[in-house]
């Protein structure tokens, strides 16, 4: 999910933010149930050993691409851990539950282009409009 200031909330109460939805990994071709993927050696491989990186790389390229056509963000709130989305720790490419230090793909692209990330549990209560 990636944040845009706006006048009025879109989305879930997201006072003062349009919520815009975003799947790097549908946006590049993978399939919706997918096998678990890892960056594992700086590329992105399937639980099988399939290399699944271009896939990540232009679907990541994708979401960008439409996120700065829509008028750009200030900020996305991704999923941790996630080969895409994950921001400060992520699956270490054993597929064996161990994190560690880096970002998805997506993260790294769009913290290039300047934008914040931040992980569900960092997003200011207020923000989402709860607790009013």
Do not use: N, W
């Not at 491989?45 to 699944?52: W, Y």
């Not at 960008?64 to 895409?84: C, T, Y």
Request: net charge neutral; charged share 25%; with cysteine.
């Amino acid at each position: 999910m990636t944040l845009r200031s706006s006048r009025r909330s879109t989305r879930r109460g997201a006072r003062g933010c349009t919520v815009i939805p975003v799947c790097p990994e549908v946006a590049g071709g993978l399939p919706v149930p997918r096998p678990r993927s890892e960056i594992s050696a700086g590329r992105v491989v399937d639980e099988f050993g399939a290399s699944v990186d271009a896939a990540f790389r232009s679907g990541a390229a994708a979401e960008l691409a439409r996120i700065e056509a829509a008028g750009g963000i200030d900020a996305a709130v991704l999923q941790p851990r996630s080969p895409s989305c994950g921001a400060g720790l992520i699956y270490d490419g054993s597929f064996t539950g161990k994190l560690v230090p880096g970002d998805g793909v997506f993260t790294a692209l769009l913290k290039e282009h300047g934008v914040p990330v931040y992980a569900p549990d960092e997003v200011d209560a207020r923000l989402l409009g709860e607790g009013r």
